[in-house]
Structures are given as C-alpha cells and as structure tokens.
C-alpha cells in the first residue's frame, strides 16, 4: 500500500454523518482502484503517521511514510 502511495497514489475516504470515516479506497496515480486497503489498515497507516490529509485532501503519503517504505527496483517512476 505505502509503494503505491509513494509513486503518487491517494487515499479518499467517505466520512459518515458524525465525521468518522467508513469507507477508504486507495487509488495509483493513474486512477486505478486498489482492493486491499481495509479499514483497519487504513486506520493503523494514519495512527503510525504514515498517512496524512491537509486541508481536507485525500491521505497522501507522509515525509515519515517515505522514509519508512522500502527501496525496490519497481519504485521507479
């Protein structure tokens, strides 16, 4: 999940009537949508602060999460 979020991916969420979050779905940057992303993960990548949203914009990577993720050949923009 975090290599697809370094290569530009973004998370978007739908919030419920109470502000709480109940539905996360990760996206590539080319607009691909990825399964794996459940809840739980979502909710341990944003409590480890790997994850961030500013000003209301979809979760994105954090500088923690690109330092964490590891190098891969495939990494390769």
């Given at each position: 999940m975090l290599?697809?979020?370094?290569?530009g991916g973004?998370?978007e969420?739908?919030r419920?009537g109470?502000?709480?979050v109940?539905?996360?779905?990760?996206f590539?940057r080319e607009?691909y949508?990825?399964?794996?992303?459940?809840?739980d993960?979502?909710?341990?990548l944003?409590?480890?602060?790997?994850?961030?949203?500013?000003?209301g914009?979809?979760?994105r990577?954090s500088?923690l999460?690109?330092m964490?993720?590891?190098?891969r050949?495939?990494?390769?923009?």
């Open positions: 290599h697809a979020l370094a290569l973004r998370i969420v739908i419920a109470n502000g709480r109940t539905e996360a779905t990760c590539t607009g949508g990825l399964e794996a992303l459940s809840l993960i979502f909710r341990k944003r409590r480890k602060g790997l994850i961030e949203s500013r000003a914009a979809p979760y990577i500088h999460g690109r964490r993720v590891a190098a050949p495939d990494n390769r923009g």
